[in-house]
């Protein structure tokens, strides 16, 4: 017998305070699994969120270490390739960031430069000449780091232009 039922044949609880009794404990049990069932819930709302945060950090990571990969492989095919410019002579000027930049260089690199044989591309502050072909390797890694050079262009000029019939030298010093 539980101790309603004993109560009740003893003749110190009614009927009424038993069933109230009842109802009260069925409400208790019934709150607490509500509230359960919300901690589940929320214990489970945290656990996405972490494994969201923790996703959107391994892809941070992986951007990064690919980026680092990406700089590793400019610099190596900028240190395999360049050209020695310690016995440059001449000053050959170009445009980068809008302020005109000097590099001095050999007749050789000169014209190789201006044919569009080498390119100008930045290392660590310095500026480098490199063959076309690895120009273009590395313009495809990073196009910042690449100085566009103006191409010779071989086409015929505009009908109306007063300056057609005076040719720009390809060896002129600005």
């Not at 050959?92 to 260089?105: A, E, L, Q, R």
């Amino acid at each position: 017998m539980s101790l309603a039922d004993q109560l009740l044949k003893a003749g110190l609880a009614d009927k009424k305070s038993v069933q109230k009794a009842k109802k009260e404990k069925h409400k208790q049990r019934k709150a607490k699994q509500v509230v359960t069932d919300e901690s589940k819930q929320l214990a489970e709302q945290r656990k996405r969120e972490q494994q969201e945060r923790d996703r959107e950090l391994n892809r941070q990571k992986q951007e990064e270490a690919q980026a680092k990969a990406i700089l590793a492989q400019i610099k190596q095919l900028i240190d395999t390739s360049k050209q020695d410019r310690n016995k440059g002579d001449i000053a050959y000027n170009f445009s980068h960031d809008g302020k005109i930049t000097k590099v001095y260089v050999t007749k050789t690199q000169q014209q190789q430069l201006i044919a569009g044989q080498l390119g100008i591309v930045i290392q660590e502050e310095n500026y480098e000449l490199v063959p076309s072909k690895v120009v273009e390797k590395i313009e495809q890694r990073d196009p910042s780091m690449v100085i566009p050079l103006a191409q010779n262009d071989e086409s015929t000029p505009a009908e109306d232009d007063p300056y057609a019939d005076y040719q720009i030298p390809d060896d002129l010093m600005w």
